[in-house]
């Protein structure tokens, strides 16, 4: 029998940020060069033009030109790419009452898989090769068979975690049947999509059902459970502590715990005694209000995430960035408190690049994403060092963390392809998509906007009551705000 020879590519000349095995740490190599062979990194070189190279590699010519690996993103709810722009200015009550919880009535499959597969392609385009998903558009088998579809044609590396929540025209004993029935009908086991589960129930569903849950994974091997585990006033505490007690975290599943604003030291205990980590979600913590008081105490334990890039960034770039200044004015802020003026930086540029990168891969116990090694995956991405922001550049993890943009990313490679190429995705027929996404977006949106606004009184969920936050002026006008209005009637 004979076999396809793999095909190889060389990327030559281009400053290279390598992660030393088993380590957090960074290594930077100046001219040299990475050999993608196949699906696989097949060689690091500190040369730009290395010998005995396969037959027939194709040469990409990298001079000033930063390579690293590719972004993971641990926590990302796709399929709401429609709705873009419409909650600039929400909070958490209002997003989970009018966008996440309000949807199931608006959306059909068509909706949600051109939204997915829109929002993903959007995501390439940004250099995130690598997204956990944490799929809530369960309404039905064909929304959930249409959000899985998107995911496998979008060319990304996509963990598709369906959100298992009972309803009534789709209760959970019918979810875990289809459930088990598209895990039959999936490609090949090394293919770039993977099902997992998603599960929010921990603190309140029938124990039979979490019995159920449970069995599910183990039946079916799921490589990867999320959660969104928040606490404090938030409720949600589908906490470390507890998913331990249902057996789950001493296994080789991975369990990610999204956003984790609630982490105390039991919980960081458990975590790093079973290898588990939390995804934070810079953005929307404070974007929402819902805050991260603890996150740079577990920071060994934690990765990055977008969540809600319908209101916000959907490139990691962003979210590392944030989370490195937001993490160094707290820890400045305590220190300035004190009357002390701080004469080091609490956080380096390095420890938010290897949170959107290799921590993310452990976080998926994928060691062999988020990295640049030989037997890696070939997930890459070239930035050019040329472009007018990034002009200048000395250190290339700076450069990337503090001063790119996604058009600086000039290509994207997934499992040795190209993704992007020359700043232009590569994804066959874009311009369809870019219709039927428009068409999608623009019957949601229109239904959105004339819903009436939902009323919030009482408690959250039965817990915390409602509350108002001092809001700022920037007008000097008397009796207004400059607070304005959001610009989202169509005419």
């Known amino acids: 029998m004979s076999t396809t020879p793999l095909s190889s590519v060389l990327l030559s000349g281009g400053t290279i940020i390598v992660c030393p095995e088993d380590a957090d740490a960074l290594d930077v190599i100046r001219d040299g060069a990475v050999l993608v062979t196949g699906d696989r990194i097949a060689g690091i070189y500190d040369t730009a033009h290395p010998s005995n190279l396969p037959a027939d590699t194709e040469v990409v010519d990298c001079t000033n030109k930063i390579i690293t690996p590719g972004f993971v993103d641990t926590h990302r709810h796709g399929w709401q ?73 979008s060319g990304a590396r996509i963990y598709w975690n369906h959100a298992f929540t009972g309803r009534p025209n789709f209760p959970f004993s019918e979810q875990v049947a289809h459930f088990k029935e598209l895990a039959k009908t999936m490609p090949r086991p090394d293919g770039l ?23 599910l994974t183990k039946e079916l091997k799921i490589p990867v459970l999320t959660t969104h585990y928040c606490g404090g006033p938030w409720m949600a505490d589908n906490s470390p502590e507890l998913l331990h007690r249902h057996g789950v975290l001493e296994t080789d599943m991975a369990v990610v715990f999204s956003h984790a604003m609630g982490i105390n030291t039991a919980n960081s205990v458990v975590l ?27 920071q060994d334990q934690a990765a990055l995430g977008v969540d809600t890039f319908l209101t916000f960034s959907t490139d990691m770039m962003t979210q590392a960035r944030m989370w490195l200044q937001r993490t160094r004015a707290k820890l400045f802020d305590q220190t300035l408190q004190k009357w002390l003026i701080p004469v080091n930086s609490p956080m380096s540029a390095n420890q938010a690049f290897l949170m959107a990168t290799r921590h993310g891969g452990l976080a998926l116990r994928r060691p062999d994403l988020g990295v640049i090694r030989v037997g890696a995956k070939a997930d890459l991405l070239v930035f050019d060092g040329r472009s007018p922001g990034m002009l200048g550049w000395v250190d290339p993890v700076a450069a990337v963390i503090l001063h790119a943009n996604v058009g600086d990313i000039e290509h994207v490679m997934v499992d040795g392809k190209f993704r992007k190429r020359d700043r232009k995705l590569t994804f066959e027929n874009y311009d369809a998509v870019v219709d039927r996404f428009l068409a999608s977006a623009a019957k949601l949106q229109k239904a959105v906007v004339e819903r009436p606004d939902p009323v919030h009184e009482g408690r959250f969920w039965g817990g915390c009551e409602y509350g108002h936050a001092d809001e700022v002026n920037i007008s000097r006008e008397p009796g207004t705000t400059g607070y304005g209005k959001q610009f989202i009637h169509r005419h």
């Open 193 to 215: 999509t993977t099902m997992g589960v998603a599960y929010d129930g921990w603190t309140y569903a029938p124990a039979e059902e979490i019995k159920e849950l449970v069995g």
């Open 81 to 153: 790419t429609g709705l873009k722009t419409l909650a600039a200015n929400t909070t958490m009550p209002e997003y989970m009452n009018r966008y996440a919880f309000g949807s199931a009535t608006l959306y059909t499959a068509e909706d949600v898989y051109i939204g997915q597969l829109a929002g993903l392609l959007e995501g390439l385009n940004a250099g995130v090769t690598t997204s956990l998903d944490h799929a809530h558009h369960i309404w039905s088998k064909e929304t959930a068979k249409a959000g899985l579809q998107a995911s496998i044609d």
């Open 272 to 298: 790093r005694a079973t290898n588990q980590y939390i995804s934070i979600t810079p953005e929307s913590e404070m974007g929402y209000g819902i805050s991260h008081p603890n996150g740079h105490l577990i």
